[in-house]
T-cell receptor, first 115, second 117 residues
Framework: AQTVTQSQPEMSVQEAETVTLSCTYD???????LFWYKQPPSRQMILVIR??????QNATENRFSVNFQKAAKSFSLKISDSQLGDTAMYFC????????????FGKGTKLTVNP | SAVISQKPSRDICQRGTSLTIQCQVD?????MFWYRQQPGQSLTLIAT?????????ESGFVIDKFPISRPNLTFSTLTVSNMSPEDSSIYLC??????????????FGSGTRLTVV
């Protein structure tokens, strides 16, 4: 089965500082998409950022950016200027193998931003 | 990206009964997905629902327990049948790319928190 590894079950960061969440995965595909989702206590799954594997440029969305290393199958999320509202579970989700649109989720990292 | 309305948001059900969860999308999408999130866990895909064909179930999930309907490109239902306390979870629907092929899909409904007593 395809695996997604988020090696940090929990992390904490001070408000306004920077934090990086790690994710590694396996796939035999060449072209695929990868996503980071945020799930606050409201349980709503919120798309944070996505990366297309054929693009060398790392995706950026305001304070969120990724470090995508295709050969290493690594897809880390950097959150700059952390805010209290960033407190949530973060899930890494690459597209499943075989050309399907379904996603495979990691176990998640619980991020707490402290005032 | 697509907007999904999922109902109900929560329910408490007696064991042995069934609950049907609905997801309505504001645009036509090819694929819809149903996930289960057990307490404190990540998301596990139950099945993929394509319009006009039977749903495709993941290992460990069967149609008799989780029947799915997909009558058109904007709507799907998931039924949790003959419930037991082990079915207590959050159930979420999600969509892939929209009909036009844009990759800005992959949005989720707000989830249904199911408690079986």
């Amino acid at each position: 089965a395809q695996t997604v590894t988020q090696s940090q079950p929990e992390m904490s960061v001070q408000e306004a500082e920077t934090v990086t969440l790690s994710c590694t995965y396996d796939t035999s595909e060449n072209n695929y998409y990868l996503f980071w989702y945020k799930q606050p206590p409201s349980r709503q799954m919120i798309l944070v950022i996505r990366q297309e594997a054929y693009k060398q440029q790392n995706a950026t969305e305001n304070r969120f950016s990724v470090n995508f290393q295709k050969a290493a199958k690594s897809f880390s999320l950097k959150i700059s200027d952390s805010q209290l509202g960033d407190t949530a579970m973060y899930f890494c989700a690459p597209q499943a193998q075989g050309g399907s649109e379904k996603l495979v989720f990691g176990k998640g990292t619980k991020l707490t931003v402290n005032p | 990206s697509a907007v999904i309305s999922q109902k109900p948001s929560r329910d408490i059900c007696q064991r042995g009964t069934s609950l049907t969860i609905q997801c309505q999308v504001d645009s036509q999408v090819t694929m819809m997905f149903w996930y289960r999130q057990q307490p404190g866990q990540s998301l596990t895909l139950i099945a993929t629902a394509n319009q006009g064909s039977e749903a495709t179930y993941e290992s460990g999930f069967v149609i008799d327990k989780f029947p799915i309907s997909r009558p058109n490109l904007t709507f799907s239902t998931l039924t949790v049948s003959n419930m037991s306390p082990e079915d207590s979870s959050i159930y979420l629907c999600s969509v892939g790319r929209d009909r036009g092929g844009s990759n800005y899909g992959y949005t989720f409904g707000s989830g249904t928190r199911l408690t079986v007593v």
